[in-house]
Nanobody, 123 residues
Framework: QVQLVESGGGLVQAGDSLRLSCAAS????????SGWFRQAPGKAREFVAL????????IYADSVKGRFTISRDNSKNMVYLQMNSLKPEDTAVYYC????????????????WGQGTQVTVST
């Protein structure tokens, strides 16, 4: 079992930055690929980024590429999402997820989820 807790969300203005954190507890977090997803009201959960177990490889959604950076620190059981140049369309609840295999853009492939943290970007 892995428990995930996100933090770092908030209300910011367009162009600002935020760093989301995901704290993991339970089994060794280093065996899991990690992903960030987001869900806006009335929309499906959307892939944002994923990072492999070692942290050596990451994939991003086209909508955030060049603005967001995913990283992890397995010694601290932490995953981060640095979000720069935020836009109003980035407004959503952001979720951290863990996958015991390779990670995926498909949220159904993930084994564990956090409760989410709200990010609101105003104009």
């Amino acid at each position: 079992q892995v428990q995930l807790v996100e933090s770092g969300g908030g209300l910011v203005q367009a162009g600002d930055s935020l760093r989301l954190s995901c704290a993991a507890s339970g089994r060794s977090f280093g065996i899991y690929a990690s992903g960030w997803f987001r869900q806006a009201p009335g929309k499906a959960r959307e892939f944002v980024a994923l990072i492999t177990q070692s942290g050596g490889f990451a994939i991003y959604a086209d909508s955030v590429k060049g603005r967001f950076t995913i990283s992890r620190d397995n010694s601290k059981n932490m995953v981060y999402l640095q979000m720069n140049s935020l836009k109003p369309e980035d407004t959503a609840v952001y979720y951290c997820a863990a996958d015991s295999e390779f990670g995926s853009r498909d949220p159904s492939r993930y084994d564990y989820w956090g409760q989410g943290t709200q990010v609101t970007v105003s104009t």
